[in-house]
């Protein structure tokens, strides 16, 4: 079965600095990849997805991920954090063949640091 | 139109209680889900409706029961729960094919006594 790994359950960055959270998927073909934000008493939202066509992948508010095979990893990045970053980040997979199975990593928190 | 609106936004029930969770979007979806969210840990699939036929019940104890009147409309009776089902329950809506988007709701609350 399809599944993600973040590492790091809480993640805390200074505003302004770079933000990286990291996901790797265990799969022995390319699965479709995905990144939700969860803010407080809300549902999810997605920032972006991996569908083969392009490994660099751009997401809403300025979040980029990039697929890499050998690596089996999709981390999530943004140059500049904001204070309105501060939320729950969720990696999630789904098989080609079975794309109705959506599953979720355990997720990190991000902390953004005054 | 592009919401799932999932109602009642809180529940709260005793053990022995029957209610609903109800979930509806019109935005021409195929398939539609729902998730369990406990505190501070991911959604667990739950169910999901595919053409408004059941295609995944992930092993779901028999006190959800999950229902697809239509395909806007998604609904989970709840039937002598446990305190330990207590949780953010998340519906979600998705066009099937390809990479398969998943649009959520805001969530139901429920707790149970």
């Known amino acids: 079965a399809q599944s993600v790994t973040q590492l790091g359950s809480h993640v805390s960055v200074s505003e302004g600095a770079l933000v990286l959270l990291r996901c790797n998927y265990s799969s022995s073909v390319p699965p479709y990849l995905f990144w939700y934000v969860q803010y407080p008493n809300q549902g999810l939202q997605l920032l972006l997805k991996y569908t083969s066509a392009a490994t660099l992948v751009k997401g809403i508010n300025g979040f980029e991920a990039e697929f890499k095979k050998s690596e089996t990893s999709f981390h999530l990045t943004k140059p500049s954090a904001h204070m309105s970053d501060a939320a729950e980040y969720f990696c999630a997979v789904s098989e080609m063949n079975r794309d109705d199975k959506i599953i979720f990593g355990k997720g990190t928190r991000l902390h953004i640091l005054p | 139109d592009t919401e799932v609106t999932q109602t009642p936004k809180h529940l709260v029930m005793g053990m022995t209680n029957k209610k609903s969770l109800k979930c509806e979007q019109h935005?021409?979806?195929?398939?539609m889900y729902w998730y369990k969210q406990k505190a501070k840990k991911p959604p667990e699939l739950m169910f999901v409706y595919s053409y408004e036929k059941l295609s995944i019940n992930e092993s779901v104890p028999s006190r959800f029961s999950p229902e697809c009147p239509n395909s806007s409309l998604l609904n989970l009776h709840l039937h002598a729960l446990q305190p330990e089902d207590s949780a953010l329950y998340l519906c979600?809506?998705?066009?099937?094919?390809?990479?398969?988007?998943?649009?959520f709701g805001a969530g139901s609350r429920l707790t149970v006594l």
């Open positions: 935005m021409g979806h195929r398939a």
């Open positions: 979600a809506s998705s066009q099937l094919g390809g990479a398969n988007v998943l649009t």
